[in-house]
């Protein structure tokens, strides 16, 4: 059974940094590209980044570039996202899931407000 | 980017009704290699989105054959025959045919 796991999401401060995990199983994570996306509350589902099965190449929404960073560790079968300089305007839920969007975590709710 | 106009935003069905919702495209969603990169996604109250149909008709593993997809270039269609409870919730079409990948705003089901 393929399953995602997302962990790290809270609270923080504008400016601040926050970096979230997903942890896959089920399935050879290896061989699959991977995103996050991202609802805010009461809205709908936004893309925020994705990346190539080896990590060798790397896509992000405009409005994240520059503060954003995606990335794998295949050995450990997870998948990161590094916020920095976050904003209010990043409160969301964050969702890993694989390509196609065919498999979804239960997402993790990060916060930004001081 | 691709932009998805979902209609109608929201639907009111009884059970049993049949029901459609529409997904249009502001450019043709067929790839270069011939396949069509247009999925439907349902999500539940409270739960994150799974997967209902891929590559515009095909029914993922596990999901009810009253669920159909159809459609082709820029016009794309979600077929419900005869709602039931368990449906309610938001659904969300999404293309990955052109980068960046994007979603539509999303119609929400509703029991009459």
């Known amino acids: 059974e393929v399953q995602l796991v997302e962990s790290g999401g809270g609270l923080v401060q504008p400016g601040r940094s926050m970096k979230l995990s997903c942890a896959a199983s089920?399935?050879?994570?290896?061989?699959?590209?991977m995103a996050w996306v991202r609802q805010a509350p009461t809205k709908g589902l936004e893309w925020v980044a994705s990346i190539s099965y080896d990590g060798g190449n790397t896509y992000y929404r405009d409005s994240v570039k520059g503060r954003f960073t995606i990335s794998r560790d295949n050995a450990k079968s997870s998948l990161y996202l590094q916020m920095d300089s976050l904003r209010s305007e990043d409160t969301s839920t964050y969702y890993c899931?694989?390509?196609?969007?065919?498999?979804w975590g239960q997402g993790t709710l990060v916060t930004v407000s001081s | 980017d691709v932009v998805l106009t979902q209609t109608p935003p929201t639907l009111s069905a009884t059970i049993g009704q049949s029901v459609s919702i529409s997904c249009r495209s502001s450019q043709s969603l067929l790839h270069s290699n011939g396949n069509t990169y247009l999925n439907w996604l349902l999500q539940r109250p409270g739960q994150p989105p799974q997967l209902l149909i891929y590559l515009v008709s095909r029914l993922e593993s596990g999901v009810p054959n009253r669920f159909s997809g159809s459609g082709s270039g820029t016009d794309f269609t979600l077929k419900i025959s005869g709602v039931e409870a368990e449906d309610l919730g938001v659904y969300y079409c999404v293309q990955s045919t052109h980068a960046p990948p994007t979603f539509g705003g999303g119609t929400k089901l509703e029991l009459k």
């Open positions: 899931a694989r390509t196609q969007f065919a498999y």
């Open positions: 089920g399935f050879t994570f290896s061989s699959f590209a």
